[in-house]
Every structure is written in structure tokens, then in C-alpha cells.
């Protein structure tokens, strides 16, 4: 996702430093616009005021904020770290409070829409941190995506992320095991589609993904993986709040099993095909 977000920032005019964990997509990156192509994630904090992560997970956030050569290293006093990637809220309550010793201001801002919204500068941000810190970034994101929601404090914006998502995971399997049911009992899957669409069981995930399931297509808009990681994140903020989520629990394990297949790459619409092994049954077009 984040070479076409930083494309759009390209494309609006910014000068725009590129590093990425594939530094030949940085390199490509860097041909277009005015973009410059860094070695290190420090290189990119010497030469930027407003610096923007999308990365995998807390884990890969935290090394190139503050690992060797990152952007901790670089940053001026006054420069602004915005964090877009998924992680643990507690991480970037603790990032902000150590970069702010520093002078260095944080925000998280995870985004949704996926890699179609990415492309297509569509994206939805969710955004923490100082209100003022938020106004100064917003042009920015609003290069990126479309609509911009200010949550509050830091963690805020990533608190919010993970219960749209929490939402979402549950709202999908929810869906395969409806449509294995009712396809398994002989209803047609299109059919059932449509009954869904025309009650008040309709959701805009599953007329999006359906289709994707019916012609038994796959490829990745959102691992299960990253899900997977991000369901593992929702139950440790539950664990944190002492809030109860035993749907999310049991949903965290279907993506368990979905990756222990060897599916943990596909899109997260394939964790259908986990009750479809057990039902003995394809949820798929007729022909």
C-alpha cells in the first residue's frame, strides 16, 4: 500500500523522500516527481518535515522508528512522524511519548480500504494525536485518501481501526458459514446473494467480496495474514480493557486455520474455504 500512497503524494507536487523495505520499489518511486531515493529510514528523516510508515506490524514499526538508522536518528526537533500502519495502540502511545522527549510529534493514523484504495487514493484515515498536529498533516493525507476521521488522543486512531476491523472479520465469517450452509442445503449462491443484498442482513463487505468467492478468485486485496495480525491485536487491547469478545476469538482461529493450510498469503475471503473442507462443499457460481 505504500508505494501507491506515496505516489499520490508525488503526484500532488511534494517533494516526497522514499525508502522501503525493497529498496528497488524505492528506487523506482524516486523517477517520478520530485522523489529521492534514501538507503535508511534516517536518511529519509534528514530530508523530510512530515514523515509517514506503513508497515506489516508493531514490531517492524518500532525498528524503523527507533532501530539502528531509523528515523529517530534523524528527525529534526520539529518534524512530525505519522504512522499509518496497523499496530498495538499501547506501542504508539509509548513511541510518542519517547519521541516527544525529543521534540519529535507522533500521530497514528491507520488506514482502510486496502490495496484498491491505496491505488485509487481513496483510503480512509483514522487518525490520533494532538488536533493541531492533525490539521497540519491533513493535506497530505488527503492526498492519499478521502475521507479523514480525528479520533482523539494517540491510540485513538488505532483503537477505532482495529474495532472496523474487528466488526468487518466477524461480519465475513459470519458470511462463510451462512453461504456454505445454504449452499450445502441447495440454495443457490447467487440467489442467497441476493436475498442478503434485499434485507437487513446486507453489508457492503460481502456484496465486495462474494463475487471474489463465487468464481473462486483469491488473489489478495487483504492477507489473512495481516488480518490474522490484526484480530491478535484487537484480543490483546480486549485483554487490556478487560472487555469480553468471544466471537473474535473463535474468528482469530478460523484465520489460524486458514494460514495453517497454506493460505495465509490469499485474500481473507479464502477463510471460507476452511469450512468448506469440513462441509464438504464449494460455494461457488453454477454453471
Request: hydrophobic share 40%.
Amino acid at each position: 500500500m505504500g508505494y501507491p500512497m506515496a505516489r499520490h503524494l508525488l503526484e500532488a507536487g511534494h517533494d516526497v523522500a522514499l525508502w522501503s523495505h525493497t529498496a528497488e520499489k524505492a528506487k523506482e518511486l524516486a523517477t517520478k516527481g520530485k522523489g529521492l531515493f534514501c538507503e535508511t529510514p534516517r536518511q529519509v528523516a534528514e530530508n523530510a518535515d512530515v514523515i509517514f510508515i506503513i508497515v506489516g506490524d508493531t514490531a517492524m514499526s518500532e525498528q524503523v522508528v527507533f532501530g539502528e538508522n531509523g528515523l529517530v536518528h534523524g528527525a529534526k526537533s520539529s518534524a512530525i512522524i505519522v504512522d499509518a500502519s496497523t499496530v498495538a495502540p499501547s506501542y504508539s502511545q509509548r513511541a510518542a511519548k519517547a519521541l516527544a522527549e525529543k521534540g519529535i510529534q507522533f500521530m497514528d493514523a491507520p488506514c482502510t480500504g486496502s490495496r484498491p484504495g491505496a491505488e485509487g487514493g481513496t483510503l480512509t484515515f483514522m487518525v490520533g494525536g494532538e488536533e493541531a498536529t492533525f490539521q497540519s498533516v491533513k493535506p497530505f493525507l488527503e492526498a492519499m485518501g478521502k475521507r479523514l476521521y480525528y479520533c482523539g488522543s494517540i491510540g485513538m486512531g488505532m483503537h477505532a481501526k482495529l474495532t472496523q476491523n474487528l466488526v468487518l472479520c466477524n461480519i465475513l465469517q459470519a458470511f462463510n458459514e451462512g453461504l456454505t450452509l445454504s449452499t450445502k442445503a441447495g440454495v443457490d449462491p447467487d440467489l442467497m446473494l441476493d436475498i442478503l443484498e434485499n434485507s437487513a442482513a446486507k453489508s457492503g463487505l460481502i456484496a465486495f467480496k462474494a463475487p471474489y468467492v463465487f468464481r473462486r478468485d483469491f488473489s489478495t486485496n487483504f492477507s489473512v495474514k495481516w488480518m490474522h495480525k490484526d484480530i491478535g491485536l484487537m484480543l490483546d487491547s480486549a485483554k487490556e480493557k478487560n472487555v469480553p469478545v468471544p466471537l473474535t476469538a473463535l474468528t482469530h482461529q478460523i484465520f489460524q486455520a486458514t494460514i495453517s493450510k497454506g493460505w495465509g498469503e490469499d485474500d481473507i475471503c479464502s477463510t471460507i474455504k476452511v469450512l468448506e473442507d469440513w462441509a464438504g462443499i464449494e460455494v461457488k457460481r453454477r454453471q
